[in-house]
């Protein structure tokens, strides 16, 4: 029987997210889309909210659905996939998975010779549609099957092409980047607070200057250089500020930091 369907292996944070994302971009159907979880509450409340079917078990999940996305810890990967790999047709079917550092050499060894493997690396702005997401696909992917894969993600946010050597510098830069930014957020509030600011305001105007500058970034499309040129005048408040920022190694510290998720994301990898 032909497959269509689109089917979500795990449903927490990132499945649920998936889930979501896929339904949201209307490109597939509700009632095509099947969740499964361990835990049938978690695969309910991914479901619930846009009435997809919570598959009874994932061989069900494999016999109707054509596209599988694996969305459970990288540690629980073997287990699940042992448990419905010999349902999985390569013919009939594209694995996506979603499991940070889980290569596709490690799906290779447990599927069949010929296993169409799509990796996925996220962040977590995907749960509001914002994600970064970067996508690896393996060489019997086809480049058709791999812009599907593309258009069923624009609901949670950019997907980028990228080779799978690159993913651990994804990691390092998307994947974790969002704690940099809460992290900068943090200290941009108490330095707030240090200059006489209330707790309140303080962060009203942190949110709202990463917010705004995002925002141009985005909109205008220039280089944050140009950009941070223009804030700049020359022996003004922000060219202290900058003083301060490249002598104490911001830049540096900020390129050190993600050398070493890059480096943790090595070293992490089942393969
Ligand atoms: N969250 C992130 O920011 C993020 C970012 C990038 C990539 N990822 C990747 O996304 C994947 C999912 O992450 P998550 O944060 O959503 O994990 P999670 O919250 O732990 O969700 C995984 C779900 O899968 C269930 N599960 C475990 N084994 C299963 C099996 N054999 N069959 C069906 N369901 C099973 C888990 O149930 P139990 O709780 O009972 O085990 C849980 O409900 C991970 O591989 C992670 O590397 C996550």
Redesign the pocket.
Known sequence: MPRSGIGI????????ALARGIASSGAVSPADIRV????KK?AEAAAGEWGLRVAAG?EVLLQKSRCIFV????Q??A??VN?WKEHFQPGAHLLIS?????TMQFYRELLPAGSKIIRL????PCLIGEGAIAMSAGSAVGAGEAAEIKELLGGLGLTLAVPEKLLDAVTGLS?SGPAYLYLFVEALVDAGVNAGLDHESASKLALQTVLGAARMLKESGRPPAELRREVTSPAGTTAAALAVLENRSFRGSLIAAVEAAVERAGELKLE
């Not at 292996?9 to 649920?16: D, L, N, R, T």
């Not at 969305?71 to 990288?74: I, R, T």
């Open positions: 292996i795990g449903c927490g944070a990132m499945g649920a499964y979880d361990q835990d978690r994932p969305a459970v810890k990288p629980d990967v287990g699940a448990s979603l499991a940070a550092g889980v690396m996220p962040n977590t994947g």
